[in-house]
């Protein structure tokens, strides 16, 4: 992926119409005004979509938002009220209201596709709207009741969307698809009791308590790591985030007359196809089949022969509006990784059982087919991860240079103003102002990352006995540089890299402890450092966010810090309701959790090595890997006009494990949305 040159030539588009967050694969809500729809297919997986293993669409910010002449952007005159409110008045009991319960529909939306597919599109637009919405309507139902109302401004609606975004976060980042569910019993039955590595020590059950106290004692640290940095990220380098800018621009055209009126007819559709989905889903669960007998849930839609390989439609709407969400390249990505691994390679490879594997293993024993099919995915997504780590760090490195130089220029904001530019340079003066006006001291950043750090370091190991304490403050010390590089390299390309990190601190760990813990080690140090640098990421995000739409700064970081603590509450609570009434990590199952089971062997891998893998099942990861790396590069050096159709690695990688049902309802999703696009090129 390379967003660099289309950061620097042709003219500014505002706001895109569609957008999906903070993995990867988002928004599913239409701008409002004259914004083009411009959805850049190269932005990479893990940003279109949290994929673990990866938050989730991402905005192609084309040229800076300053220009001269004709292409400059209008200064913020529309807004209905333009008084900026002070840093108290931004934070209100009806916003934290607002967002408690946004946050909690959010978490169960991300825990839903986390312990299925692992696909999360970005819900940060939609956290903006639905937040405008609610408030609105409020506002409006008490003003016709005849009371007097506050009213409701564009820096509380930007509080309102951060603190949304920092709860539902968690339900991602707080591992309940990933490294968390990696410790429990089911997973270590799944892998094999007899399997090398794979200890019956290395257990440890869900609880609501040990979890949410696990994300009590690692969520905030990662708020408090960057902090200082927050003038040097957003005014001084002026770093662009996409993703944070477009939800900024859309926050500012809801608070004028026509984005408020457009505003509540996509609220309208919003509820009329929230209906549909609701009604359709009612009547399929009735005629949904029992266990694996022909239903809505296992219909042969495409003949039985491919059925058992797992290509048939499921009628899911979940499945379908992720694909209506993610942009086209993501979805055809998956789909040809479907047809790559269940349509040629697994069946291939079968036809060797008795030879290359034990003919009498089951379906989910590591020695036999399953475990080509676990390896080989996680390949793909350490090859995909590892040249997109190594690509980003090396542009955040040359940029440094560049900008510490003068001898190049960062893909940032140009301020070009001369002549007529009068009212843009009151409006950034203005920017500017209440930005540094409510300042959060520094020894506030760091006393409290130290003593968060002091906390941590004394609980983890009580927690996760395995990781001793000085691992974990190696951690915390290593932590703010990696929550740097990610949030400078999601700041240039909208792109954050959480997973990877993670992964990395799981294989160090892992390897660091040994076989004596080190999968629980491992994955423990992975939920720190995911933790980390993906609240520090968010964090700077919206202070982006809150730069445009003049929010204080500090009540960004209050709100955040509010988010956060709702987020240590609520993905626990939200996520057990699914634990306790699913049969969470069943292969047979609708919540596979698909990535718990990867995350566990990424740590055995950690400890044990290659040695126990399935005949040529080596060789051919090996062959994976090289063709993720080379993919990428395709990728990066085509022209744009060919490497769109170049398909995203990471985005193939999820099918070859799951199957191939959904990457057919997601096809089914992208093929509605193509013909929509077609058919209505005015709209």
């Known amino acids: 992926m390379n967003l660099l040159p289309e950061m620097t030539r042709g003219k500014y588009q505002p706001p895109f119409k569609t957008l999906p967050d903070t993995n990867p694969l988002s928004s599913e809500i239409l701008y409002p005004l004259e914004f083009e729809e411009s959805v850049d297919p190269e932005i990479p997986i893990e940003r279109f979509s949290k994929v673990m293993g990866t938050e989730t669409t991402s905005v192609e910010i084309s040229e800076p938002l300053l220009l001269d002449d004709s292409d400059k952007i209008k200064a913020v005159e529309t807004v209905d009220d333009d008084r900026v409110p002070e840093w108290r008045d931004q934070i209100t009991i009806r916003g934290l209201v607002v967002s408690a319960v946004l946050g909690t529909l959010f978490c169960i939306i991300t825990h839903k596709l986390n312990l299925t597919v692992g696909i999360i599109p970005s819900l940060n637009v939609a956290a903006g709207l639905l937040g405008f919405f609610f408030v609105k309507s409020w506002t409006g139902f008490l003003a016709q009741l005849g009371f007097e109302v506050k009213p409701f401004t564009r820096q509380e609606n930007t509080v309102i969307q951060t603190c949304v975004v920092a709860c539902y976060g968690l339900a991602f980042s707080g591992g309940f698809g990933s490294y968390l569910v990696a410790m429990d019993e089911k997973t270590y039955k799944l892998i094999g009791e007899d399997y090398p590595g794979n200890r019956a020590e290395d257990v440890i059950n869900p609880s609501l308590w040990w979890m949410t106290g696990f994300l009590v004692v690692v969520s905030f640290l990662g708020l408090f790591s960057l902090v200082p940095l927050r003038k040097v990220m957003v005014m001084d380098y002026k770093l662009t985030y996409p993703s944070g800018t477009a939800t900024a621009m859309l926050i500012n055209s809801f608070h004028t007359k026509s984005g408020a009126e457009l505003a509540g007819k996509q609220v309208h559709c919003l509820g009329k196809y929230l209906s549909m989905s609701l009604i359709w889903s009612c009547f399929k669960w009735f005629f949904s089949g029992i266990g694996d007998s022909c239903g809505f849930d296992n219909f042969p839609s495409l003949g039985l022969t491919l059925f058992k390989n797992t290509f048939y439609f499921d009628f899911s709407p979940t499945y379908v509006g992720c694909g209506l969400i993610c942009p086209h390249i993501v979805n055809c990505s998956v789909l040809f990784g479907a047809i790559i691994s269940w349509g040629f390679l697994w069946p291939l490879i079968s036809q060797h059982a008795g030879h290359w594997y034990p003919a009498d293993l089951g379906s989910n024993d590591f020695k036999g087919l399953y475990g080509y099919k676990v390896f080989i995915a996680i390949t793909l997504i350490l090859g995909d991860g590892l040249y997109n780590l190594i690509k980003i760090i090396a542009i955040t490195l040359k940029e440094i240079c560049n900008k510490s130089s003068k001898q190049g220029n960062l893909p940032l904001v140009k301020e070009k103003l001369d002549g007529e530019s009068s009212e843009v340079i009151l409006e950034q003066k203005k920017r500017d102002e209440v930005f540094l006006k409510d300042r959060i001291p520094n020894w506030v950043a760091s006393s409290g990352y130290v003593a968060l750090v002091a906390i941590s370091t004394a609980t983890m190991p009580i927690i996760f006995p395995p990781l001793k ?215």
């Open 469 to 683: 304490w000085y691992l974990v403050l190696c951690s915390y010390i290593l932590a703010p540089a990696l929550a740097f590089c990610n949030s400078y390299g999601t700041g240039l390309t909208d792109w954050n890299l959480t997973s990877t990190y993670g992964k990395i601190g799981l294989f160090i760990i892992a390897s660091l402890v040994g076989s004596d813990g080190g999968v629980i080690a491992g994955l423990a140090a992975c939920g720190v450092m995911m933790s980390i640098v993906s609240t520090a990421a968010d964090l700077m995000q919206d202070f982006k966010t809150g730069y445009l739409t003049m929010s204080s700064a500090k009540s960004m970081f209050i709100s955040q810090l509010v988010g956060t603590a709702m987020g240590c509450v609520i993905a626990p609570l939200t996520f057990w309701l699914f634990w306790t009434a699913f049969d969470i990590g069943s292969p047979d199952g609708p919540y596979k959790a698909p990535y718990a089971v990867i995350f566990r062997e990424m740590a055995i891998l950690g400890i044990e090595g290659f040695s126990e893998l399935p005949k040529h099942c080596l060789a051919m990861c090996c062959g994976f890997f090289v063709a993720a790396l080379v993919i990428n590069l395709l990728r990066d050096v085509t022209p744009k006009k060919v490497s769109q159709y170049i398909p995203i690695p990471m985005a193939m990688a999820v099918p070859f494990y799951i199957g191939a049902y959904f990457a057919i309802d997601m096809f089914v999703g992208t093929v509605i949305l193509f013909i929509w696009e077609r058919v209505n090129r005015k709209n």
